[in-house]
């Protein structure tokens, strides 16, 4: 059973274009988080939603937007891709809550590699 | 204001220990470590906590000063398997949900 599952693995399209990522965890956590690995490994936070409701949102062109529609499923669409937005893009997941509730660890799914040409 | 790693990449044989430093300009929450391996997903290791002790997972440890507001990843008696990139995340205050990762440690592991 895959925990954090992402579509496509392989996403190759032409600038201009707009495109849309899939995200669903099946690990009843309810935050779910979006992260951008460029092709020097740095791997930085775009956007976290907790119980769909969107709490982190970080400096991303408005391009890119997060959708939740329940809190299973976190996609990202991005509108009039640039050459600037190839990367690996992954989706994971986390237990929030506070204290001792709160799980730390986040759960990543396998990724999706876009390519803008 | 990204965690500084070093060192940037390290390279030893099979059964060498390793050591890997993560420091923030910023009071730290937590510290959290994770490995990646080549074309894979970033898999979590530990993570350290203010005022908590000091982790372990197999023979990796680490440690948390939370003075110098850094964090240390030893692996120990290196196997194979440890070959990957090790990233750093910090969290500056609780139930932020907000990690800002390092830039990475690339870790060779030679027979």
């Known amino acids: 059973d895959t925990a954090v599952s992402q579509t496509p693995k392989y996403l190759v399209t032409q600038m201009g274009n707009d495109k849309s990522i899939k995200c669903e965890q099946n690990l009843g956590h309810d935050t779910m988080y979006w992260y951008k690995q460029d092709s020097k490994k740095f791997l930085k936070i775009m956007f976290s939603?907790?119980?769909?409701?969107?709490?982190i949102n970080e400096t991303v062109p408005n391009r890119f937007s997060p959708k939740s529609p329940d809190k299973a499923h976190l996609n990202l669409h991005i509108n009039s891709l640039e050459l600037g937005d190839s990367a690996v893009y992954f989706c994971?997941?986390?237990?929030?809550?506070?204290?001792?509730?709160?799980?730390?660890?986040?759960?990543f799914g396998p990724g999706t590699r876009l390519t803008v040409t | 204001q990204q965690p500084v790693q070093s060192p940037q990449a390290v390279i030893l044989r099979e059964g060498e220990d390793a050591v890997i430093n993560c420091s923030s300009s910023k009071a730290l929450y937590s510290v959290h470590w994770y490995r990646q391996k080549h074309g894979e997903a970033p898999v979590f290791l530990m993570i350290l906590l203010k005022g908590g002790e000091q982790m372990r997972h197999e023979k990796i440890s680490a440690s948390f000063n939370e003075k110098k507001q850094q964090s240390s990843l030893y692996l120990t008696a290196s196997q194979l398997s440890y070959s990957g990139t090790y990233f750093c995340g910090t969290e500056w205050r609780s139930s932020a949900s907000k990690i800002i990762f390092g830039s990475g440690t690339r870790l060779s592991i030679r027979p």
């Open positions: 939603y907790n119980n769909k409701e969107l709490i």
């Open positions: 994971a997941s986390s237990q929030d809550g506070t204290g001792i509730l709160r799980s730390y660890e986040q759960y």
